[in-house]
């Protein structure tokens, strides 16, 4: 025991007090939050203006496109997609909501072109000439009547890829031909807006006690939280496997052999950093409460965590728990990879069936997110593997009955003794066979060596 | 003997690796306070008979007893192994590693501190002390090695091939180390292919050869028991002598001396009675032991 204790120490020292587990304590929040930033930044880089030729053969529709291309309607279109994106943000920021983000507009600059006398394919050729000679960036040609089944619009860019422009110029169209669909029938525009104007949502999900949830806050917050056990479940696992290829590598093995039993040496492995993951992960956990309590006391932000889902202790318990449950699965069988290979970067070939198995759990969790109480969720939330990660997402979503929770822990529990076993039979052998990977037949051999 | 001078003892143990017997029915003993040389051939079977001794390996068949006991985890802690194969954490501090090396041996504290210390200044490291692994020299790192070996003061001291690779200055240093420890009464096992080393520090050896031992006991029994067959002569004159094959086997002149090896059944006392009937003049005539060089080649050469 005293032995064990001294390993698990070791483990725990050597991960804990390397200036890389601060490093990453501090910065995987960071690499989160760019993760999350880095594309709407990127995304909303506003654009060169797009220099654009409207040929418009009837003479009406293309006013009406120029109209709606204006700066000030494409902000307001902009700034409904954007209401449609945050539409979680509680109404009591209406303030923030009213200034149109001016960046992520496409805008355009109309180049005249005469098109009077000339044929469609002459026009064409005029306009890619143009294009070529980098004096404008994209046409529209109009078809001659907008009336008729087949109308299509032409549009060619320069800019490929420009999505935000395309996709603002097919909404804008669409408007535009409605419009004078409407006034060629003589249907007053505005009361078939008044009439067709949509009505908003309020979704919310109920709790179990009946109390309502914010849906979209409980969302972010599930796969933060998936997230955050897969991370560090991979991250954990591969220390793991590269302590063990280490003490092989360099022979250590045989001397920790000959003070201590190999079971002992494993375990206190296994042990010892699994707590530095628990230390690392309390921290996250521990400073994110501490984040949200503060939002809370100051009370302009508290409405915008308001939809926050109710997080007990107890919950943060059982996902401390589920990370653990998680760990040593996984542990013990990156320390089985590690026991048989001969070099890290070998370990890290044969490392992809397990970091595959986590992987789908993690995607499991999403589909736990969309129906916690579906028979799916159930299967996967006690189902070994997979529970670590699905389980404490349904406990955020909908808390299930406890003999489910029960259920899944002891099912996992019985895994990870299976697995350390197996794993722990393999160890012993493996560490001190040098020179070559160990082959199926083999390892089968050493398990049921006595 | 009684079990109290006996500090290890191998009764018939076999070790089977699949169809590959490693040790077949291996017997030796090794008494308290001496040096006991493990020799053979690579691939003879001493890794393995050794990774029994300290308990990392269990035999398949037989016994082994440490200090009168039956071989145990416990017992592990009176060991000192150093492999043959060895190595240091490569980023962990010198200090760091030797306190994890004595921990397992139960060794913990302000002891492990001051022992510590105390051998790192022994062995000129003190300065290396909060350094990593990698920005030591290899010869630094054996002495690091050497030093988690013997840090928990062990009473017995294993050390598989603990002189290939080792610079002469390291070879003298352990040299020495062992002497203090064969003084303190404590039992030294080593295993080596070099029979020069072996035959200056051995009281004791054992040889095996294809998993079977092939000859065993003190240095000297060995020795006699291989008989004096060769004699060394620095001579003038009596080449008729020598060229007798009844009495004289073989000659092999070298600078300025002749190896000459005996006939079968014939003597040594006869043949320098006979050169000197025949007028040599003699200067050296000596009955040489045969070298353990020569006993193993003959031991295991013999065998191919």
Redesign the interface.
């Given at each position: 025991m005293?032995?064990f204790i001294?390993?698990v120490?070791?483990e725990y020292?050597?991960i804990v007090l390397k200036w890389t587990f601060l490093l990453g304590t501090l910065l995987f929040p960071v690499i989160g939050a760019c993760f999350a930033l880095v594309p709407a930044f990127i995304f909303s880089i506003k654009g060169e203006p797009t220099r654009i030729v409207i040929v418009d053969p009837t003479n009406k529709i293309g006013m009406r496109i120029r109209e709606n291309l204006a700066p000030d309607k494409i902000a307001a279109r902009s700034d409904q997609a954007v209401r449609g994106a945050v539409k979680d943000m509680p109404v009591a920021q209406p303030g923030q909501m009213n200034q149109p983000p001016m960046q992520g507009q496409a805008t355009f600059v109309f180049i005249d072109y005469n098109a009077t006398g000339r044929s469609p394919d002459e026009i064409r050729q005029d306009l890619n000439e143009m294009a070529a000679a980098n004096k404008i960036d994209a046409y529209l040609i109009a078809p001659s009547s907008i009336d008729s089944k087949d109308a299509r619009f032409e549009f060619r860019s320069r800019k490929a890829g420009d999505f935000i422009a395309s996709d603002i110029l097919r909404d804008v169209i669409n408007d535009a031909v409605r419009s004078q669909r409407l006034a060629d029938a003589n249907i007053n525009e505005k009361s078939v807006m008044e009439l067709s104007r949509r009505v908003t949502i309020d979704s919310k999900s109920l709790d179990d006690k009946g109390r309502e949830k914010d849906s979209d806050m409980l969302l972010a917050a599930s796969f933060i939280i998936g997230l955050m056990i897969y991370i560090t479940l991979a991250i954990y696992g591969q220390v793991i496997m590269g302590a063990v290829v280490?003490e092989k590598?360099?022979?250590?093995a045989?001397?920790?052999?000959?003070?201590?039993?190999p079971y002992e040496l494993m375990l206190g492995k296994l042990v010892g950093v699994g707590l530095a993951g628990l230390t690392q992960l309390s921290i996250w956990v521990i400073s994110i409460a501490g984040l949200i309590g503060f939002l809370a006391v100051q009370s302009d932000l508290s409405s915008l965590f308001g939809g926050m889902p109710h997080i007990t202790p107890l919950m943060v318990a059982y996902f401390l728990l589920y990370f653990l449950l998680g760990y040593f699965a996984y542990a013990s069988i990156f320390a089985l990879i590690g026991s048989v290979v001969t070099t890290v970067q070998e370990g890290g070939q044969f490392a992809f069936p397990p970091v595959m198995l986590m992987l789908i759990g993690f995607y499991f969790s999403f589909a736990v997110i969309r129906d916690p109480n579906s028979s799916l969720s159930f299967w996967v939330s006690i189902s070994p593997f997979f529970a670590p990660m699905t389980m404490p997402v349904r406990i955020l979503a909908e808390t299930p009955p406890f003999w489910q929770i029960a259920l899944s822990v002891g099912i996992n529990v019985l895994t990870i003794a299976a697995l350390v076993w197996l794993a722990s039979r393999v160890y012993r052998v493996g560490m001190?066979m040098?020179g070559k990977r160990a082959t199926l037949p083999e390892i089968w051999?050493w398990i049921r060596q006595v | 003997m009684s079990d109290k001078d006996v500090t290890l003892r191998v009764e018939n143990v076999t070790k089977r690796f699949g169809d590959f017997t490693a040790v077949d029915d291996l017997s030796l003993e090794v008494r308290a306070g001496r040096v006991f040389g493990f020799l053979g051939p690579n691939g003879a079977g001493k890794t393995t008979t050794i990774r029994m001794i300290v308990g990392i390996t269990a035999p398949d068949e037989g016994r082994i007893g440490l200090f009168g006991e039956r071989m145990s985890a416990r017992l592990q802690d009176r060991i000192g192994y150093l492999p043959e194969e060895r190595g240091l954490y490569k980023k962990m501090k010198v200090a760091d590693q030797l306190r994890y090396f004595a921990a397992l041996k139960d060794l913990t504290g302000k002891e492990a501190e001051r022992r510590i210390d105390r051998w790192l200044e022994r062995m000129n490291l003190s300065e290396w002390k909060s350094k990593k692994t990698t920005d030591l020299s290899k010869g630094m790192q054996q002495k690091i090695q050497f030093i988690s070996t013997v840090l928990h003061d062990p009473d017995l001291l294993i050390l598989d091939e603990p002189f290939s690779g080792l610079d002469p200055v390291n070879v003298e240093f352990m040299i020495d180390v062992l002497a203090e420890f064969k003084q303190k009464d404590k039992t030294v096992i080593f295993s080596t292919h070099l029979m020069e080393t072996a035959e200056r520090l051995c009281h004791d050896i054992i040889l095996i050869n294809k998993s079977k031992k092939v000859i065993g006991g003190s240095l000297r029994q060995v020795k006699e028991s291989y008989g004096r067959n060769v004699i060394a002569l620095r001579a003038a004159g009596g080449e008729a002598v020598l060229a007798d094959r009844n009495l004289v086997k073989s000659v092999v002149y070298h600078a300025d001396e002749a190896e000459i090896e005996i006939a079968d059944g014939a003597d040594a006392q006869l043949i320098l009675k006979n050169l000197i009937g025949a007028g040599a003049e003699i200067t050296k005539f000596e009955q040489v032991e045969p070298s353990l060089n020569d006993i193993f080649i003959d031991q295991v050469g013999g065998e191919k």
């Open positions: 005293r032995k001294a390993v120490k070791h020292r050597k280490e590598e360099t022979r250590i045989e001397i920790l052999f000959s003070s201590a039993r001190l040098y051999k | -």
